[in-house]
């Protein structure tokens, strides 16, 4: 049984950096695709980034791209989003999923995934 623990969120003024965590069991990462999802209220589930089970990365959502950087560290079966220059319009809650499925590149589609983790806060305001 896999299973993903997300940490790391938190209150930040605008233009500050977090970095969020999801530790991973069960399954070693390169067993797994690691997809890094967001919530606002109101609004539907997006995928933000992701990251494959051989460690290449596939996907940055459009209004990420340059500020945010998926990363793992292996030998603590840990995958890492690195948030720099937040705004206001990051403010969500932050998952992250595993997906087990054999297919070569992770996807930035909540669909796919199986295993979610309980989400992290993070909020951004001045």
């Known amino acids: 049984q896999v299973q993903v623990v997300e940490s790391g969120g938190g209150l930040v003024q605008p233009g500050a950096s977090l970095r969020l965590s999801c530790a991973a069991s069960g399954f070693t990462l390169d067993r797994l695709h690691i997809g890094w999802f967001r919530q606002a209220p109101g609004k539907e589930r997006e995928g933000i980034s992701c990251i494959s089970r051989n460690g290449g990365t596939a996907y940055y959502v459009d209004s990420v791209k340059g500020r945010f950087t998926i990363s793992r560290d292996n030998a603590k079966n840990t995958v890492y989003l690195e948030m720099n220059s937040l705004k206001p319009e990051d403010t969500a809650v932050y998952y992250c999923?595993?997906?087990?499925?054999?297919?070569?590149?992770?996807?930035?589609?909540?669909?796919?995934?199986?295993?979610w983790g309980q989400g992290t806060q993070v909020t951004v305001s001045s």
């Open positions: 999923a595993a997906d087990t499925a054999l297919r070569r590149f992770c996807t930035g589609t909540p669909g796919f995934y199986t295993y």
